[in-house]
């Protein structure tokens, strides 16, 4: 509503603006003077943009006007009359063209030179109509565009036309009509890999004006094989990135770190923007509970999104790049868009694969006959010949179906898509199901597609179904565990056709423990976002971008009344966890070209909320398996509840961003970043973290005495300044926490009725700010003969300064820690390299071969305590103790352990 009425009022006052502009009246009275200059001073004098190129005037023709109190509208009319220029009005602009030419010094002569209409088309090497090509006719300016088909009309001025053609991804063209009224023209793939346009925070640029570490992957580039996640699609592929995954289960979870671990307790986890909408690196579903096997880790939140929707994953890596993200970006920045429809004919996509893995290598373990060999008690000999490895494990299936149809117009475009994929583990009963639905669309409205409105929709189910493994199982061990640890004599069912009981402490039939264990994980999860883009004037747009992640994911676990030491009596436990992550941004773009300077900027504000909540409890001596109904469909069926829990957190972020770019005649760039982030999890003394970036470019290869050289494409310099931070830290931490409880309590009053004491759980901590991260970069970036040898080589030093730790906390203080700053450095330095070559590029075939690598220095310095360990070992016959320490000196999380020497000749190490 509010849009329809304010609309209409802006072009009213822009029509009462215009008007009264061209009735003003004005003076201009020169002698001996040339057009252009005559024009500049009329422009000066009225306050009208007009606009034109000075090729079109005769550089040595003088002229005489005068003109008192005379409206600018019959001043213009006039003008163009007596000199033969055709004008026309663009949002209260004059913009010129010349109609004749003029050969001498005077007045008098002059050439008519007949219009003529130019059709043709414009072809792709592949032979397909390239549509949006812009189509100029040379030294007049006047211009069209290329239609869907590829085909264009335009009306030639000169007398020797030329006409040039220009579109991002082609090399540029220029073909002159001569006689010819019809044109066949084809344009050439870009070879020089500068002209590549790159995603970016906010915006888009060229690589050309790149000032940051900046690599960008598209369809072609990404991983190739059964991959389920986003993250999967970049692993190997770019330098410096590390993606690892922290289960080997089927929809497990992935560690992504971008130059190293940037925080000793805060995570490492980079900041992932889809369309436009940064993710909370929060988890949407729930780990897994310890119900007799140690708990896991939830799963992968990005495993919602259709890898096959994805159209480029953007990595940030330097501060220059990820510091418009701020508070966010310590650990990079990975942006992810998703596919568009595209102009040309509709596509229909159908996208189908079937795939199948197993374990590469097996554990080398005793065969049965080995064991008989080996054993001196034969009552350890069962008889059987089992291979458990093989039992347990399977050769699994992969199989993926999506369709999508996608279509562009001269106003808007399209991308629909549907899919489904389902991955078996490699250990029997694992699965990861997905269901997923996309819809993007945009259209542009008004006069000269002034408005323009978009929508990204993704919705997803996803299901999990896993097996007893964890990371820190206890002395019961897990599936993994017992599989290497099984008897090969003992077979795997009885006499009976039951699972064969192996009747010892901690020993267990891997079969019947994957028999007896149900573990279901469900999660609903929705992206959305509107984006509104509103052309002010030429140069300048508002933005509008209305972002929301909602997730809910349930997680049913079972462990049926069984034989074992593991909850004999059954147990069930439910968990469910609701998120959602609301974004509200305002942000302004300008772009202005003024003769060889270029300029862009960017401010805006942005507002984002993450709710969090979940609750569980837990039920005991539940039904056997296969008597009744299920405990996650009805829970009151049999058992006793046990224990219920729950959680509610809400956390909010203000920021305030602005950016510019500047280059000079595509060779000097400058980019200075600043943002500003308020947010709820730190103090109130230091809401607000500040976080700058500087970056200078230079392309050496357009300076003049390099033009000339054959096997130079491109050189270009980098160097860039800069700080972010980091807020992945717990809610409420620097807040005071208490709680109720009798053991603290007093009797008290007339009754002597016993009242709760009150335990602070926390000390507050109202000075506590962000981690910050500095970072310095230098790179360079190549392309040399045509694309035969192309890279980019880079050296960053990387410090992490107030790291945010729970230490020890002063005497008399009301609880044995506290969360603080301290004044330690994280540092990670090293050098990255990517090379490739364009080893055969032609028509229908092509064949490149890309190679990147990298190096890491990390190492603590300054750290204020002696040292602070991590990473207990866990399993059966494990003591449990932390063997990774944070200290002075050494790389976070190095080994801590004994060091081996040998065997004395006692037998005794």
């Known amino acids: 509503m509010k849009l329809s009425i304010a609309l209409p009022l802006l072009f009213a006052a822009n029509m009462h603006v215009g008007a009264m502009t061209y009735a003003q009246k004005v003076s201009l009275s020169m002698k001996n003077a040339k057009l252009s200059t005559v024009l500049k001073d009329l422009q000066k004098k009225s306050g009208v943009n007009i606009f034109f190129n000075e090729s079109i005037f005769s ?187 922290n289960s080997g289960e089927p929809g497990g979870g992935v560690d992504v770190t971008i130059r190293g671990v940037g925080s000793i307790r805060s995570g490492s986890t980079p900041l992932f923007v889809v369309d436009g909408v940064p993710l909370s690196n929060e988890n949407v579903s729930p780990g897994g509970q310890d119900i007799g096997f140690g708990s896991s880790r939830p799963k992968n939140p990005l495993n919602f999104l259709n890898t096959s929707d994805i159209e480029s994953i953007t990595v940030l890596k330097d501060a220059s790049a990820a510091a418009i993200y701020g508070a966010r970006g310590s650990n990079g920045v990975v942006i992810i868009t998703t596919k568009k429809g595209k102009k040309g004919e509709a596509n229909l996509t159908a996208d189908s694969y079937l795939g199948f893995s197993s374990v590469a290598h097996k554990v080398d373990v005793m065969s049965a006959e080995q064991y008989r060999s080996a054993i001196k008690d034969k009552a350890f000999d069962h008889g059987s010949n089992t291979d458990w490895q093989d039992v347990v494990y399977r050769t699994a299936k992969t199989r993926n179906n999506s369709l999508s149809f996608s279509k562009a117009s001269s106003t808007g475009n399209y991308y629909v898509s549907a899919a489904q994929m389902d991955q078996q583990g490699i250990v029997q009963n694992s699965d990861f199901r997905r269901t997923s639905a996309r819809v993007n669309a945009s259209e542009s409205f008004l006069d000269d597609k002034r408005l323009t409105v978009g929508f990204n929709l993704t919705a997803s189910e996803t299901k999990d179904i896993g097996v007893p493994t964890s990371d820190n199982t206890g002395a019961f061990g897990q599936l993994i565990t017992h599989t290497l640890m099984a008897n090969p004599t003992r077979s795997v069912f009885d006499d009976k056709g039951n699972f064969t009981n192996f009747n010892m402490n901690a020993h267990y039939n891997p079969m019947y423990l994957l028999d007896i264990y149900r573990d279901n994980t469900r999660t609903l999860r929705a992206l959305g976002n509107l984006d509104i883009s509103f052309r002010i004037i030429d140069g300048l747009v508002y933005k509008f971008n209305l972002g929301i992640d909602r997730a809910m994911g349930e997680r049913n676990t079972t462990i049926f009344p069984n034989i074992t030491d593991l909850n004999p009596r059954g147990r069930f436990m439910k968990y469910n966890q609701n998120s959602k992550n609301t974004l509200l941004e305002h942000y302004l773009n300008y772009s202005k070209l003024i003769d060889k300077h270029k300029i862009e900027a960017l401010a805006g504000f942005s507002y984002q909320k993450f709710d969090n909540g979940g609750n569980g409890y837990t039920i005991d001596g539940i039904a056997n398996k296969g008597e009744g109904v299920l405990p996650e469909n009805n829970p009151g069926y049999a058992g006793r ?144 003969w045509k694309g035969k040898l192309y890279g980019t080589l880079e050296y960053y030093n990387k410090t992490t300064t107030d790291a945010i730790l729970n230490i020890p906390s002063q005497v008399l203080s009301p609880t044995a820690d506290i969360w603080v700053n301290i004044d330690g450095k994280l540092v990670n330095k090293g050098f990255e390299f990517l090379l490739g070559s364009k080893l055969i590029n032609k028509e229908g075939f092509s064949w490149t071969v890309d190679v990147n690598g990298a190096t890491l220095q990390n190492k603590i310095q300054d750290l204020p305590v002696s040292e602070i360990l991590s990473g207990a070992i866990a399993g059966p016959g494990q003591s449990g103790v932390n063997v990774n320490i944070y200290k002075s000196g050494y790389a976070a999380g190095s080994f801590y352990l004994w060091d081996y020497e040998g065997v004395d000749d006692k037998g005794n190490y």
């Open 59 to 245: 550089e040595d023709r003088l002229v005489n006007v005068n003109y008192r109190n005379v409206p600018f509208n019959d001043v213009l009319e006039d003008i163009c009359k007596r000199y033969k220029i055709d004008y026309k009005r663009v949002d209260n602009n004059i913009v010129l063209n010349r109609t004749a030419v003029a050969l001498s010094k005077t007045e008098d002569i002059r050439m008519n030179i007949q219009k003529r209409q130019i059709t043709g088309i414009v072809k792709s090497v592949d032979g397909k109509g390239l549509a949006a090509v812009t189509v100029t006719e040379k030294g007049m300016g006047n211009k069209t565009s290329t239609q869907a088909d590829g085909s264009f009309r335009i009306e030639v001025q000169s007398q020797n036309p030329v006409l040039q053609f220009t579109i991002v991804g082609y090399q540029a063209k220029d073909v002159a009509v001569n006689n010819n009224n019809v044109l066949t023209v084809q344009l050439d793939t870009v070879i020089n890999a500068m002209d590549e346009v790159v995603v970016v925070g906010y915006g888009k640029q060229t690589k050309q004006d790149l000032t940051g570490s900046v690599n960008q992957l598209d369809e072609k580039s990404f991983r190739q094989g059964a991959v389920i996640s986003a993250d999967n699609l970049i692993q190997g592929k770019v330098p410096g990135v590390r993606v690892v995954g």
């Open 641 to 784: 509840p046990t224990t219920a829990t729950g959680f509610s957190q809400v956390n909010e972020l203000q920021s305030y961003f602005t950016r510019v770019n500047y280059s000079y005649d595509n060779r000097y760039l400058l980019t200075a970043s600043l943002r500003a982030d308020g947010s709820t999890r730190f103090g109130k003394n230091n809401k607000y973290g500040y976080f700058p970036s500087f970056a200078l470019g230079w392309n050496i290869a357009k300076e003049n005495f390099l033009k000339e050289t054959n096997w130079l494409n491109d050189l270009k310099f980098r160097a860039s300044w800069g700080n972010t931070g980091n807020q992945e830290v717990q809610n409420k931490i620097t807040k005071a926490s208490y709680s109720l409880a009798a053991g603290n309590g007093y009797y008290m009053n007339d009754d002597l009725a016993l009242v709760n004491g009150v335990s602070v759980n926390r000390t507050p901590n109202p000075n506590l700010k962000w981690e910050v991260v500095t970072q310095t970069n230098f790179g360079v970036d190549f392309d040399l």
